[in-house]
């Protein structure tokens, strides 16, 4: 049987999450292949940057030749592979997305089947989805001109909720303090659970802005939707429901573009109905 | 005067204000300092971590991967030369190689510093004293064993 998306993600994501613990004692070993954490890491020479950092000290007026190649790497990969940064590799997103799932099916657990979805309600997540993207452009923005004008470092870091995991294990490992602010982390992941929303990543996340302007150029990997295989009928949107950030994965909108992180749950949720949804470079003609 | 939370800034950092807004706190310096001697700490309570060297905790020895590695020129590729990190003092009143009636040659400071014989030299072959060339790398306040020596931040001097 072949392996579904959702199972090969959560490989990566546990991988990247332990990785982030172990590359610290590593370093203690004085083996530095890897070394750094999300905000600026560097990997066996080849540097990778968060585009938003290295923007902030842009706008700061103090570039720097290697972080700003980093960041061209990051945006090389989602402007090819889509925001697979945020669905792929991020821990929070990890973490808030099984929270999701346990809520989800806890939830579910006395409805006999999953909740059809009627076209108003579609309709209304379309709209939530642009809300919420316009939301995370805001955000970004804004921290952006604070950072501008207000302050004296680059801020907006501090809402980096990856940067904040890979953070805290590092000062941990190399100097046994805790980073105080990093308890932002469980203390988001608690609303979210509370919530039964994705709330960080679709509202609030910064970081995801500029990677998610790359990954909505046309001819990268991207969630392509062909009409004519769609077997689903009416109300029945499988994979309306699998997707965790409330996207309509048949629009193939820029507001869908923008929101969606390539997970692939949609493509999954579609496997066993029609395969309308499949994971392709170039738009189904 | 010994402050109590004295720290200083790695070899080759960029002027304090700079350094702020080109840190992004990814902690590579840290990962790859040979002596461990490299903390991120906040520099206020909401502010990014920064790299700071405790020096009275453990000094830096200037091997200098911290800042050949610094990917977003927070801290430059420098000589250990010119690693600017402050400038250490010598009070002769406490040094005991200055004391004449006890008639002991410590030179301490003098054996352990990275840039002996430029940094710290021996006057008159047997008194050690601190020349210009001193970079602040602060291992002669970490060992010398009366606590004669103090360390300057080169961030403190250019925050008057």
Known sequence: MKTTVLFQRRCCQIGTALAFIAIPFLNLRNITVLFGNFLSFNMAGLPLADPLAVLQTL????????????AGASLLISLVLGR????????????SEILHTLGKNRRRKGAALPDPVSSSQAGRLKNSAAHASACRFFVASTGMLAVLFFLPGPFLNQLSMPGWYSRALQQGIFSGVLLVG?????????????????????????????IALAASFPRGLKVRFS????????????????????????????VQRLACTNCGDCVDACRGRGKALTFSFRADQ | ?????????PPGAAPEKELR?????????VAVCAFRCLEMTPDSLLSPDTP???????????????????PTGALRPVPAEKAGMGMAYLDIKRCVDYQEENHIMCWTCYERCPLRGTA?????????AVTDKCVGCGVCEYVCPVKAVTVLPAWRRGEK
């Not at chain 2, 005067?1 to 800034?9: A, K, N, Q, V, W």
């Not at chain 2, 700071?52 to 610094?70: A, N, V, Y």
């Open chain 1, 182 to 210: 990093a308890l932002c982390l469980p203390c988001m992941l608690f609303l979210e659970a509370v919530s039964g929303k994705r709330l960080w990543c679709r509202w609030l996340c910064p970081q995801s802005v500029l």
């Open chain 1, 227 to 254: 009409p004519k295989k769609c077997s689903c009928g009416g109300n029945d949107r499988p994979c309306l429901s699998a997707c965790s950030l409330e996207i309509n994965p048949r629009a193939e909108t820029t």
């Open chain 2, 1 to 9: 005067m010994p402050l109590p939370f004295s720290f200083l800034r």
């Open chain 2, 21 to 29: 807004a080109r840190c992004v706190s990814c902690g590579q310096c």
């Open chain 2, 52 to 70: 700071k060297i405790f020096h009275r905790r453990s000094p830096c020895f200037l091997c200098m991967k911290c800042s050949d590695i610094c």
């Open chain 2, 120 to 128: 710290i030299v021996l006057q008159n072959g047997y008194r050690p």
């Open chain 1, 59 to 70: 706008a700061a007026g103090f570039p720097a030749f290697v972080s700003l190649a980093g």
């Open chain 1, 84 to 95: 697979i940064f945020c669905s792929w590799i991020c821990p929070y997103g990890f973490f």
